[in-house]
């Protein structure tokens, strides 16, 4: 009980554990008989505090082995980077004539609004002008948390520096002030206060009534650290109740004085006009912060108590010392020369250094294994890495732990933010494949029994989608279902999906959002709102709705994707309760007060732990300095006291990765003040190297023998099987193609919205070569007609069809001036027998010439084959259409084949066009080939015998790759595992 004059102000050490000790302390001052603690009131800074302390009173009433307990009652000051609003007791129902706080979600839109009027005609789009009404809410915040109005812009301390700023800061700080003042005339007329400003406005009334009647009950404040001038008052006003009393967490009692001053200021400035925070204030010191708060209380260093009781997870008292020591400002940190050992002494702290995050997940994971061996032992994982966090959660399903991340995860990356991601991209980018496959075959969609059915036809539907992208929008993908026989059910999901694609300019955003909404559910049913993202989900699209109504907002349809992604970012979706009661995986803020016998802190590299410091993007460092706002090196002292109250654990883990996913990361600076503090020596004693070799060791297996070339040898009855000419050039060069294409029958199949490839370009050249062939009409209108109804996309045809209407024009021209020939047979179908087998294929052109021979031609996308290839015997397809045409192969047109022609569509600068040349494998003019003509149909004949022979009609292995010299595709390398084996074979 404070005396009249007196503070009740306390500090828990890091070594002793906050939680734990306070409740340990709590119980036997305040109790009171059969009431046990109802009559106190507990401040507490946050929500996730108030259930970390409330199990620490579940743990020391069970200790104790007491039936049951009353509990204090417990308020939330409320925290802003939770964006958690005040308990009850602050901000009681009818007890003050205090205004109204708007709502975040109206004043960030609302804002966006402003912001546009004022850019006029150079405001961004949508998302943008969002992203950047999110900053200066931020701001506001920032300045409004500090009790910062906005007329302090306008005052002397700002006007010095402006003419100092470079013109963008000037810039910003206009637009800003113009912006924050017609805000706060909209707020006055509308009788309402920003939430910073209104529990601000509570903090004080609190203070004041508390002032002239001091309650009846007993106030305590514990583990509030924000430093906030209103709070700050409030605090010392509970600091000297006759029953209050203020718990500071991590406080060290232990610091000289020296070391305190070099802290700097901290706010305590000798004159009025002087800035609060100097250049030199440490800002970055674990205990900077807390040494603003005594400052802006009023309370002197040495007020402060040490609180008479330790936790159940208590560490030696030497660790406070070593903490203590190795967060010291620069120049104190010279003492560490002459610093004895039980001053830096870190007796059960051990350091990893993982190769990766991969590596050192897995060796969390193991540590955390091993510690559960251990009855009643509780582990706690700390790292703002939630990349990490996941990776360890995932590891330790392998024991069938599992293991809950406190921190939560992006509504985005959940199942039903998924959802709603992958309906705005579809809005977006009208029915693209990608996206709609994604939407269509999502968990959630039709997640019932007919789930199976609706899993086929989207399948049989993704199949005939694959390879380009067709026309934007629905319609041009119902020829896709009839081709897929799914017409009926591609109906009901183009019914279903069409509100989404309808097309403005700028649309009301509540519109969309219903939208999305209606369509999810048809889609989802109720399984979108089910689970907890689902809740989280439908409380954010509600909070967005009604707000856009209020303020009108519209935004571009193609904006709402991005818009929605970077509110959806900004909310955490926190697992329900459930997971292993004794390892618990936290955020840095979720890990405020918590203790457990193990801490194990990972991911302590910069930019993580500490993460990067991030400039304010609308006020200059020298305007927040001169208006008394802590600069972005402040939250790098957050950091540090984070890591301070980690390391009083009994038992405590560093861990870091060298390297990320971006390359070699840079140790934190908190990591290698540790190293330098035990030195080299010690540093090697307290390595785990052994956790890391167990690490590499779990996933140890016999070696594997060593995967040999693929030679299948199928049976006589398998390998009879009908060739086509292109596919007798797969059996010579890679017989392992054939048989996996032909034998096996497994097609290729082509990606999701795939680049167009040769294959496709050259189908596209084909038919339309051949409807012009047999029509006669302008090649140009063959070639609209031709692409449109393979519903080509308009960008791809944009790209491509000038160019393959440039080479298709040299084909008109070539065929127009040729004297003497003319074509005979265009785009037919032939076949022959050759020893009980049958050889097919299309022919693109045969013209009869003046002596009544015939030439074949083969039309090429691209590079035709060259001699050697010809030669090697791998492309026969124009010497074995020419035998197919002497033997009667074709219907139409039969008779000696004596010439042989590549037409390629590339390039040729010396075409009329640009495009188009024409060139032959065996020897004619300047063709200077080793193949003579009257050799040619002899030798692939000879080629096709031998084929049948060792293939078709023997027993030779289909061996992959056996011709490495010849161009084959890479389609079935996966199949025959290629780099499992290349290079080693015999």
Known sequence: ????????????????????????????????????????????????????????????????????????????????????????????????????????????????????????????????????????????????????????????????????????????????????????????????????????????????????????????????????????????????????????????????????????????????????????????????????????????????QQWHRKGMTAAPPERTHAISNVFLPPEASKSWVDLPAEKRRFSGVRIIESANPEVEAQAIALLVREALEIPERRVNVITPDRGLARRVVHHLRRWHIEADDSAGRALSDTPAGRVFLLMTEVMEMRAAPVPLMALLAHPLVKSGDTRGAWLCAVRAFELELRGPRKEPGLSPLAAVAEDAQVSEWWDGVSATLSPLLETANSLPLADMLDNLAQVGEALCGEALWAREDGRALSALIEDLRLHATKVGTAIAPADLRQILRDVMENNAVRPPYGGHPRVAIYGLLEARMSRADLVICAGLNEGSWPATPSTDPLLAPPILRALGVPGADFRIGLSAHDLAGALGAPEVVLSRAERDVSGPAIPSRFFLRIKALLGQDQVERVRDDQTLSYAAAIDDAQESQQYQRPKPVPSAQQRKQRISVTALDRLRSDPYQFYAGSILRLPELEALDAEPSPAWQGSAAHEILEQWHKSGRPMEDVAAEVLQQMNAHPLMRALWQPRLMRALAWVEHSIAAMDGRKPALFEEWGAMDVRGVEIFGKVDRIDQLADGTVAVVDYKTGKPPSGKE?????????????????????????????????????????????????????????????????????????????????????????????????????????????DEWLGREE
Do not use: C
């Not at 007993?218 to 409030?234: F, K, N, Q, Y």
């Not at 188009?916 to 200077?928: A, D």
């Not at 595709?969 to 996966?974: A, H, S």
């Open 1 to 304: 009980m404070a005396e009249a004059g007196s503070l009740n102000i306390y500090s828990i050490a890091a070594h002793r554990g906050f939680a734990d000790a306070l409740v340990a302390g709590l119980v036997p001052r305040y109790s009171d008989g059969d009431l046990g603690l109802a009559r106190l009131t507990l401040l507490l800074p946050s929500s996730r505090a108030m259930r970390t302390v409330r199990e620490a009173f579940i743990r020391l009433y069970g200790a104790s082995g007491s039936a049951g307990m009353l509990m204090p009652r417990m308020a939330v000051v409320g925290d802003l980077d939770l964006d958690e609003a005040l308990g009850s007791l602050l901000d009681p129902l009818g007890a003050t004539k205090i205004p109204r706080a708007i709502d975040p979600t109206e004043r960030w839109l609302r804002l966006a609004q402003l912001l546009e009027q004022e850019l006029g005609a150079e405001a961004p789009g949508s998302a943008v002008l969002l992203r950047q009404a999110k900053d200066i809410a931020a701001t506001m915040d920032r300045l409004l948390v500090e009790d910062i109005s906005p007329e302090h812009l306008l005052g002397e301390e700002v006007k010095g520096l402006r003419p100092e700023l470079a013109g963008h800061w000037q810039d910003s700080l206009h637009l800003f002030a113009r912006i924050q003042t017609r805000w706060q005339f909209e707020l006055s007329e509308a009788g309402a206060l920003d939430a910073a400003a209104r529990r601000n406005r509570l903090f004080d009334h609190a203070s004041n009534r508390w002032s002239e009647q001091a309650p009846i009950t007993p106030i305590v404040a514990a583990g509030v650290t924000s430093a906030s001038p209103a709070l700050a008052r409030m605090l010392k006003i509970i600091a000297g109740l006759p029953n209050g009393a203020v718990i500071l967490p991590d406080f060290d009692l232990s610091l000289d004085d020296a070391v305190w001053e070099e802290l700097g200021a901290a706010g305590a400035t000798d004159l009025p006009d002087e800035a609060p925070f100097a250049r030199g204030d440490a800002l970055t010191h674990p205990q900077y912060h807390l040494k603003l708060l005594l400052n802006r209380m009023g309370v002197a260093r040495g007020e402060v």
């Open 870 to 978: 010809v030669a090697a015997g791998y492309a026969l397809q124009l010497g074995t259409i020419g035998l197919m045409a002497e033997r009667g192969g074709f219907e139409k047109l039969q008779g000696e084949a004596s010439g042989f022609e590549y037409w390629s569509l590339g390039k040729n600068e010396k075409s009329d066009t640009g495009f188009g040349y024409v060139t032959s494998p065996v020897k004619m003019g300047r063709n200077q080939s080793k193949i003579e003509s009257e050799d040619f149909l002899p030798m692939a004949e000879d080629y096709l015998h031998d084929a049948l022979d060792k293939w078709i009609l023997g027993t030779e292995p289909f061996t992959a790759r056996e011709n490495p010299d010849a161009k084959v595709y890479t389609t079935y390398d996966q199949l025959m595992r290629l």
